[in-house]
């Protein structure tokens, strides 16, 4: 399987939707950049395996979902935007820390 170069993605600051699902990235795959696509309102990990996300995902101002679901390696979920309507966490069975959730 390739890996995703992520660089190309980050000059788009239209993108309102962004789908990695099962794209095979590892920790240290998701580049902090992405916490500057500021219109983006969908970010999809699925399947993904990696332990943890950028903390800056907080500054995703208008983030409405947020699709962790079969990240089997997640530990850590950062403070998340206010905006947040959906978090799917199924299947991250190694999830330990969950701060800023509430």
């Known amino acids: 399987m390739q890996r995703v170069n992520l660089s190309d993605i980050l000059c788009l600051y239209s993108l309102e939707v962004l789908d990695l699902s099962f794209c095979n990235i590892d920790e240290g795959g998701i580049p902090t950049e992405i916490c500057h696509l500021s ?3 969908q970010l999809l990990l699925t399947g993904n395996l990696f332990r943890s996300i950028p903390a800056g995902i907080n500054q995703l101002s208008i983030l409405r979902l947020l699709d962790l679901g ?4 997640l530990r850590q979920i950062p403070a998340l935007p206010p905006s947040l309507r ?10 330990e820390t969950s701060s800023g959730l509430l």
């Open 86 to 95: 959906v978090l799917d966490v199924n299947e991250c069975t190694e999830l």
């Open 70 to 73: 079969h990240c089997q390696e």
């Open 39 to 41: 219109s983006l309102q």
